[in-house]
């Protein structure tokens, strides 16, 4: 081994690699040669490495020493956590003392004793004041003989033998001093011989910065820093999990994840380029993608120029946030940190909007934190399911977040010297701290007030009630209480002394500190009646009288916290009966640009924040009809079977759909199905099969008997019953009427005979029982002979008798649903006479006719302006397929007819259209708007304006009441 016996170093110091996630070793001086305030600038020091560090991927792990040296703490990830006063970095600069000698060896050895998660230490920084006064007996590279009488002492030697150490395992070493030229020999000795910034190198090739005065450490020591790590941006990811408007979640999984995208323009001057450090991309590009990491941050970092020879610029960038799935963005803060040549800082606060994208000016020598907003989501899905449905019944789903109370809060941290603009909580200070009545400066860089070291500094207060710091507030939205927060410490109180807090200028509450030194967290509740009326915080002398030289509190985590009225939402989408439930999250429950279209799916959905309680409920239109049922895949549902509406918990719910499933079951009714012979030969049978939803059901009758069957069916259901005879019945017979009542007895919709061995019957759209009664009346057949008649005598001829007019007589009348069509059914008699066929004329308001030749007595025609190809009156097909309302020709027939029945004479009836609910008065999925009708088409005739021969007759009946 070789011997070192002068003071030159053996090994160069490694340049420092030009990025910002650094791991570094901070050596920090304990000995008793510091004191009083110098104490302080030391702190500032640290707290300067700390801030600007932060967040930006790097570690840091402190080395102390005095007589001995104490590793404080390993290598930890420099973040908002860690460099609070209760974080692993931050109680150690907080607490920072003096007192012992000065050993460089020690610290030096204790400081290689640990390494990094990757191995290597990127940085060795050493604050002393003193040289080296102690050593142990560590040798590395070379044994130590000083020459005697020499300044080269075993001390040095031995410093310079562990800095050599550092230096070969590719560390790059920086001290700062604060002395003298001897200081500054011993400093060389050991850390190399250019100083920075008088060398003219930058930071990363420099060894060591002294300076005869403690307050120059900290701007030093930011510049050098800052020309390391700058530019940068840095966004954080800060997210509400649980809906209460505090963002209390900023790393682990559910901070991460989150990706930004950034885009650069305007890069001057002219021909300037960008050279990327993170992400990796080639130069120039643009845009360029990062995510958080569990960290909760991640950094967007370049050089102007190269990263070999970086160069000055400045440019625009435009930071994206892009959500995760299961988050909304709820807006950003950012502070811009611009340092100077010579370290001074200054500091910009910008809050931006959930629907603006983060723009920043940037130079050379700016970084920026930006603190972004997310609350977690939860997407509820209110699906719908029809069981035994009527077909057309509509159900409007409904989705709603009354909304929670949320928590806004003011926060100031201090983070930035000199500056009164911090803005670290939910809502942005519009306003900067003021200052008032210093008599030296109304400067928060310097004077009695100050921020500095994270904290604001009030010293020496004189008698002067105008001195004072104050903030404008805005509280005008607040409900509740209000609590106002604070860390505090007074220090060199050499007798009690106190400080007033005040609201809008006036004192509402008196902190007293006892003598010597002392901390404590202040706590002021604002009450609810007063806060709204607050629009200023402040701080002013207390009734202790002047203090004396050198006395001083600092306030730190100023903090007003209340909250504010919910921002409540909701939705709607409606679901027709017998539609399957059906979900497209792509397509919204309302269409703006045409308002009468429906939603294609029949779910309803909406992201809702996690932690609400939300609102679920149905409105059905014939709610008489079904029973109901709700249930959900996820959440706390509270919900009382068969009732319309519930409510969901969506607590840890977070990222998650949670579909919700209303059931209608429809209800059944009971269709009697009453078998009745007129002029029937005895023994003659028959059997109606009954077709319905459910199946088949037959009824087996033998004359003259009255024979009946029961069946249950659902509203509006369409029955179809065909009769066949025994071939060996003596008569021939047909339907030849058919009557269907409710309870009451009244008429209750047409039944349509068809070929006198079939009819069909339509249920009524409520929930009510039907008895429907055929009649078999014997046309012809073998009957047993008469006994013999005498001949009659002679009867005279009578005169002529003109003949008779035939008039139909309209048993019933109205609009009905066939096939998803509308129709109109009838049913005509003349009575005396036994004709087959009639004339059917409709008369438009116009005047025009349609006229229907040789119709069947009983049956139906479709509406006017009806097909089965499909149409309907008054609507009009798109290109797409959608259907949407239209003048077709046929609109004047919504309004209900005009029917004229005549074979000889006629009969006149007007008909009004089926009812919107009947499921056929338009095409699937579309509301018929209400016309002047309101009747439903499933009641007998109403009201019927009935034209005779000439004369007007008006038949009134009973009208069924719709459930």
């Not at 160069?311 to 950003?332: I, K």
């Not at 066949?724 to 269907?740: E, K, L, P």
């Amino acid at each position: 081994m070789m011997t070192r016996s002068d003071p030159s170093f053996q090994v160069a110091n490694p340049a420092l690699a030009s990025s910002c996630a650094l791991d570094v070793m901070m050596v920090v001086d304990e000995s008793g040669s510091i004191q009083g305030s110098e104490r302080g600038e030391v702190q500032d020091a640290m707290w300067a490495v700390l801030n600007t560090l932060n967040n930006t991927g790097s570690t840091l792990a402190i080395t102390s020493f005095a007589g001995s040296a104490d590793l404080e703490n390993s290598f930890v990830e420099v973040n908002d956590s860690t460099i609070a006063v209760s974080g692993t970095l931050g109680s150690y600069v907080d607490s920072y003392d003096t007192a012992g000698e000065t050993d460089w060896d020690e610290a030096l050895h204790l400081a290689h004793s640990v390494s990094p998660a990757d191995g290597t230490t990127d940085l060795v920084v050493m604050i002393t004041d003193s040289r080296p006064q102690l050593h142990e007996s560590h040798t590395h590279l070379m044994s130590c003989e000083p020459p005697t009488g020499s300044a080269f002492t075993d001390s040095l030697c031995h410093a310079v033998d562990e800095a050599d150490h550092i230096r070969s395992q590719g560390t790059h070493v920086v001290a700062l001093a604060i002395g003298g030229s001897v200081l500054e020999g011993s400093i060389e000795a050991a850390f190399g011989p250019v100083q920075y910034p008088t060398a003219g190198q930058p930071f990363s090739h420099s060894d060591y910065a002294i300076s005869t005065d403690f307050v120059d450490l900290e701007p030093v020591i930011r510049r050098g820093l800052f020309e390391q790590c700058g530019p940068q941006v840095i966004v954080k990811a800060n997210v509400d999990m649980d809906g209460d408007g505090i963002y209390e979640t900023t790393n682990g999984s559910q901070a991460s994840g989150f990706e930004y995208e950034m885009a650069m323009s305007g890069i001057a001057p002219a021909g300037n380029s960008v050279t990327w450090i993170r992400p990796t991309a080639p130069a120039d590009s643009t845009p360029v993608s990062r995510a958080t990491d569990t960290t909760g941050a991640t950094q967007f970092e370049w050089k102007f120029g190269s990263v070999s020879a970086p160069q000055t610029g400045s440019l625009t960038a435009t930071v994206d946030p892009r959500a995760r799935a299961g988050y909304a963005y709820r807006g950003a803060h950012c502070t811009l940190t611009r340092v100077d040549g010579s370290g001074g800082a200054s500091g910009t606060e910008l809050t931006i909007n959930p629907s603006d994208l983060i723009s920043l000016d940037l130079d050379q020598s700016t970084m920026v934190t930006c603190d972004t907003y997310y609350q977690a989501d939860t997407l509820i899905v209110l699906a719908k399911r029809w069981e035994s449905s009527v077909a057309g019944t509509t159900a409007v789903l409904n989705i709603s977040q009354p909304g929670l109370p949320l928590a806004r809060n003011y926060l100031d941290r201090f983070t930035t010297d000199g500056v009164g603009t911090g803005s670290d909580g939910n809502v942005a200070w519009t306003t900067t701290w003021v200052e008032t009545g210093d008599t030296s400066t109304n400067s928060l860089a310097t004077g009695k007030f100050r921020i500095e070291a994270g904290e604001l500094m009030m010293r020496e207060w004189d008698d002067d009630p105008a001195e004072t710091v104050t903030r404008e507030v805005d509280l005008s939205s607040s409900i509740g209480d209000v609590a106002m927060t604070f860390d505090w410490r007074a220090e060199n109180t050499s007798s009690p002394e106190s400080v007033a807090v005040t609201l809008n200028g006036a004192p509402v509450d008196i902190m007293t500190f006892s003598s010597g030194s002392s901390s404590g967290t202040f706590t002021y509740t604002i009450p609810a009646a007063d806060a709204p009326g607050i629009t200023q915080i402040g701080f002013m002398r207390g009734d202790s009288g002047r203090w004396q030289r050198g006395e001083f509190v600092a306030v730190d985590n100023v903090q007003l916290s209340w909250t504010v009225p919910p921002a409540p939402s909701a939705t709607t989408d409606t679901s027709t009966a017998p539609s399957a439930p059906s979900l497209d999250l792509t397509d919204p429950d309302s269409d703006p640009d045409t308002p009468g279209l429906v939603d294609d799916d029949n779910s309803a959905e909406l992201s809702v924040v996690t932690g609400s309680v939300v609102e679920l409920s149905e409105l059905v239109s014939h709610p008489g009809l079904y029973d109901a049922g709700l249930t959900c895949d996820a959440g706390a549902l509270t919900y009382t079977p068969g009732a319309t509406t519930a409510q969901l918990d969506t607590t840890g719910l977070f990222g998650q759909i949670v579909t919700c499933t209303f059931t209608n079951t429809g209800r059944a009714s009971d269709l009697t199905i009453i078998k009745e012979w007129e002029d029937a030969v005895p023994g003659d049978r028959a059997s109606l099969s009954i077709t319905h939803a459910d199946g088949n059901s037959t009824l087996d009758a033998a004359a003259p008997n009255q024979t009946s069957a029961v069946i249950k069916v659902m509203p509006t259901e369409n029955i179809t019953v065909t009769e066949s005879f025994d071939s060996s019945n003596a008569g021939n017979y047909q339907i030849s009427a058919v009557s269907c009542v409710d309870g009451t007895g009244s008429e209750v919709g047409v039944a349509i005979i068809t070929g006198g061995s079939s009819f069909t019957y339509a249920m009524p759209n409520a929930l009510e029982d039907i008895t429907c009664t055929v009649i078999n009346r014997r046309d012809s057949g073998d009957v047993p002979p008469t006994t013999d008649v005498p001949p009659t005598t002679d009867v005279p001829p009578t005169t002529d008798v003109p003949p008779t007019t035939e008039v139909p007589t309209v048993r019933s009348v109205g609009g009905v649903c066939l096939g998803g069509i509308p129709h109109l059914g009838y049913s005509v008699t003349v009575p005396g006479s036994a004709p087959t066929t009639m004339t059917m004329t409709i008369t438009a308001p116009d005047g025009s006719q349609l006229v229907f030749a040789d119709q069947p007595l009983t049956g139906q025609i479709a509406w006017p302006g009806a097909s089965t190809a499909p149409d309907w009156p008054g609507w009009i097909r798109q290109s797409d397929g959608r259907w949407l309302r239209g003048d077709d020709g046929f609109e004047w027939a919504l309004n209900g007819v005009t029917v004229t029945f005549s074979i000889g004479d006629g009969v006149t009836a007007t008909v009004p259209y089926v009812a919107a609910s009947s499921g056929c008065a338009a095409p699937p999925g579309r509301a018929l708007p209400r016309t002047g009708s309101t009747m439903s088409p499933f009641t007998h005739i109403g009201m019927l304006a009935i034209v005779a021969g000439g004369s007007l007759m008006v038949i009134s009946r009973r009208r069924r009441q719709e459930g």
